[in-house]
């Protein structure tokens, strides 16, 4: 089972760019999904974006389109979310998550395994 290691949250303005990474150890993230969800205080987590691994391929929710870009490290097994014109309702803790042999992905919280949420403020 893979494990999942997150880091580059903090506190940013308004209109401020923040770099994600999830990094895998214990085993490649190749075969699995790796999706990016966020939860804010008193709301549910929801989906933000992910990758396919094998295939690169990407799905983003519709508030973070044209915004946010999820890439990868091959070598390193790395998944990185760049969030650039940050809003400050895009506070909230971020998660990175893996599912194994998914075909596609899912924008469902029911990821195998999870990451230990890293926090990130945008200040107005």
């Known amino acids: 089972q893979v494990q999942l290691v997150e880091s580059g949250g903090g506190l940013v303005q308004a209109g401020d760019s923040l770099r994600l990474s999830c990094a895998a150890s214990?085993?490649?993230?190749?075969?699995?999904?790796v999706g990016w969800f966020r939860q804010a205080p008193g709301k549910e987590r929801e989906f933000v974006g992910g990758?396919?691994?094998?295939?690169?391929?990407?799905d983003y929710s519709e508030f973070v389109k044209g915004r946010f870009t999820i890439s990868r490290d091959n070598a390193n097994n790395i998944v990185y979310l760049q969030m650039n014109s940050l809003k400050p309702e895009d506070t909230a803790v971020y998660y990175c998550?893996?599912?194994?042999?998914?075909?596609?992905?899912?924008?469902?919280?029911?990821?195998?395994?999870w990451g230990q949420g890293t926090q990130v403020t945008v200040s107005s």
């Open positions: 998550a893996a599912d194994y042999g998914r075909i596609g992905i899912s924008r469902t919280p029911t990821y195998d395994v």
């Open positions: 990758m396919i691994w094998r295939s690169g391929g990407t």
């Open positions: 214990g085993r490649t993230f190749s075969n699995y999904v």
